[in-house]
């Protein structure tokens, strides 16, 4: 920090700091760690015990129950077929419309961009009946590939912004050193623009995956067999007609937060480096 | 090696006209410096040659072979950006070596040259470095590096040392004229810094709103400047206008500044009595204190150690002066000056134009 503030300010300052971050960060976590806590307390304790920061005794039951005796696997594999999907299919679609839109110009362009624009300002709800409508007459309700499609165009107009911007970040120096050094352009893009475009598509893939792993409102609309349901809309199935099994429910919920963190932890690498490229010239 | 030949060469945006009707030979081994204000197309010009601009009319040629529908990539040039263009996420080495692992040359080769083109830089201890962990310096000699690397048929440089500070700017100079004593590789260079195209050029190019104003060497731009915008834009401190009124008799011909005193100019200028010209003196060809009758009133004294500047006036117009050596005149003073009729430029006001001699 500043240099000649005196030892005392300084320490108060990090003090100060330290306790608004880590404030935050319990604001933040402590849901979790409540799912968490309930994932683990047996059912004859949930209500008995009051409110207590953990139960006198934990218990792994919950998990098993829901890994053994529901559909929750398969809810979950389904999830993970369709986010991963998405976001690959996503990313590679963003990828190029962003290129495109950042490095050429074209007849229509500005028009395409408003209209990429357009799609993400109304309301969902608004869409869904034409969707619902659309998709049953194309025999794709109550299917993962149904879903997919439609995360897919959902995301694509975000996502080839985000793009856009990540490419608009990388000089355009660079393609045409590249292209006087001896590439074609579409050499130029594979040695030197995707290389550096990486934790831009890293971010894309991120959001995308988050987005189409927790969506609700198309998933309950579009599908109804069992076979089918993503894990979003198969934690509904713990809310019983008289009661909400809340251990199972929370258990689903820790194990559907696994692939997330995975998935992050895996582009976290990227992630950093993609958010803030551009913040500081290299 | 090859020449380059420019004919003809427009460049439109849209209805917008950058350039117009550009005609340039460049020589084979030659040095050729495009220079001009901001915005005078010497960067589009020069990436028509690199083949990233697209030309809307007219032709160029590198060597026998019209270029124009030519890729970038099969012209056989490199080219020196300003913003240096290194690829961030390949070392030093691959970055100088990128063109040549594209054409697939061999490895031990692509070794050997890069190696070659590191030591004469001074990049060796670098070659396992990112772009992103050297210095400005440094970054300026890898692009360089990059380019000397292919031994193409030209060099094109745009402005490559405008982000250098002023003294590794006067060292890379140096540096790129003495490389291409060596190389001797056509090379095309655009600065919009006159001293540079000086020091640096075999030949100049002066441009000004997309025409070419004049062609010549340094010494012949600095002597002959075609028309008053080469004439100011060449030399520092910049030239001296004073408009003025020609008067004749017999043999002598004088050129009558506003509050009357007289300049006499070459008398085999073809220009009449009573016409209105502009005339232009170079600061160094004022002299100071001599028996002439000019007068000039100083305002303010730059002592330079080696030389003086005097800001002075001179019918009513602010009038530079460059002498050599000291001075113990104050600001105030009036000073008699002198100027030779063979040192004074003329030109015509309305068209710019300079007025020769009669053949
Ligand atoms: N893509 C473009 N669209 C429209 N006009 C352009 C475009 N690129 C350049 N121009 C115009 O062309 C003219 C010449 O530009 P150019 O970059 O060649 O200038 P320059 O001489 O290199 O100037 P500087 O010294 O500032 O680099 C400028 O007036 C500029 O506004
Ligand atoms: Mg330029």
Request: hydrophobic content about 45%.
């Amino acid at each position: 920090m500043i240099a000649g503030r005196s030892r005392k300010a300084r320490i108060l300052g990090s003090i100060g700091l330290y306790t608004a971050v880590a404030a935050y960060v319990i604001f933040a976590l402590f849901p979790l760690f409540w799912t968490l806590k309930i994932s683990v307390t047996p059912q004859s304790l949930l209500y008995s015990e009051g409110i207590t920061m953990w139960p006198s005794s934990a218990t792994w039951e919950n998990y098993k129950t829901v890994l053994r005796a529901t559909d929750f696997p398969r809810y979950f594999l389904n999830s993970v077929i369709v986010s991963v999907v998405t976001a690959v299919l996503v990313t590679i679609i963003a990828s190029a419309a962003g290129y495109a839109l950042s490095r050429f110009s074209f007849r229509g362009k500005t028009t395409v961009a408003v209209i990429l624009l357009l799609t993400q300002t109304f309301p969902l709800v608004m869409v869904i009946p034409p969707i619902y409508r659309i998709m049953g007459e194309l025999g794709l309700t109550n299917s993962l590939t149904g879903l997919i499609i439609i995360y897919t165009a959902f995301n694509i107009a975000f996502a080839t912004f985000l793009m856009q911007s990540f490419f608009d970040g990388i000089p355009k120096d660079l393609e045409e050193a590249a292209m006087i050094d001896g590439c074609s352009r579409s050499q130029a893009l594979r040695r030197v623009i995707i290389p550096l475009t990486l934790p831009g598509m890293g971010a894309t893939l991120g959001f995308v995956f988050t987005a189409a792993w927790s969506e609700l409102l198309f998933a309950l609309m579009l599908i109804s067999s069992d076979s089918q349901k993503t894990f979003a809309v198969g934690l509904l199935t713990f809310i019983g007609k008289f009661a909400v099994d809340w251990g199972q429910m929370m258990a689903a919920s820790v194990l559907a937060l696994i692939p997330a963190c995975l998935f992050f932890g895996f582009l976290q690498r990227y992630l950093v480096t993609g958010l803030t490229a551009g913040a500081v010239k290299g | 090696m090859a020449s380059v030949t420019i004919t003809n060469v427009q460049k439109n945006y849209g209805a917008m006209n950058v350039l117009s009707a550009v005609d340039l030979s460049i020589a084979d081994g030659e040095f050729v410096v495009l220079v001009g204000p901001s915005g005078c197309g010497k960067s589009t010009l020069l990436r028509m040659i690199a083949g990233l601009e697209e030309i809307s009319a007219g032709e160029i040629r590198i060597g026998e072979r019209v270029v124009n529908d030519v890729a970038p990539k099969d012209r056989d040039i490199a080219m020196v950006f300003q913003s240096y263009a290194l690829y961030p996420h390949m070392d030093v080495a691959s970055n100088m070596g990128f063109s040549l692992m594209l054409r697939k040359t061999a490895k031990e080769l692509v070794f050997d040259r890069v190696g070659a083109a590191a030591k004469r830089l001074g990049l060796d201890v670098f070659l396992q470095r990112l772009p992103r962990q050297l210095s400005g310096g440094q970054r300026q000699r890898v692009a360089m590096g990059r380019a000397i690397v292919r031994d193409p048929q030209v060099f094109l440089f745009d402005e490559p040392l405008s982000n250098l500070d002023a003294k590794l700017r006067v060292h890379m100079r140096t540096e790129i004229k003495a490389l291409h004593q060596q190389l001797k590789t056509t090379s095309v260079y655009v600065t919009h810094d006159q001293v540079e195209a000086m020091t640096m050029a075999d030949r100049i190019v002066v441009m000004h709103d997309g025409v070419i104003q004049q062609v010549g060497t340094p010494l012949d731009l600095y002597d002959h400047p075609a028309n008053l915008f080469v004439a100011g834009f060449i030399g520092s401190p910049g030239m001296n206008f004073l408009p003025a009124v020609v008067s004749r008799n017999n043999t002598e011909v004088e050129a009558q500044l506003s509050d009357g005193q007289t300049i006499a100019i070459d008398p085999r200028l073809l220009v009449e009595d009573g016409e209105r010209v502009t005339i232009g003196i170079r600061p160094e060809n004022i002299e100071v204190g001599s028996a002439d009758t000019l007068k000039a009133k100083i305002q303010v004294i730059e002592p330079l150690g080696l030389s003086t500047q005097f800001y002075t006036t001179l019918a009513d117009l602010q009038v530079c002066i460059y002498a050599m050596g000291r001075t113990d005149r104050k600001p105030g003073d009036t000073m008699n000056i002198g100027i030779k009729a063979g040192d004074v430029h003329v030109f015509n006001p309305a068209t710019g134009q300079r007025i020769d001699p009669a053949a």
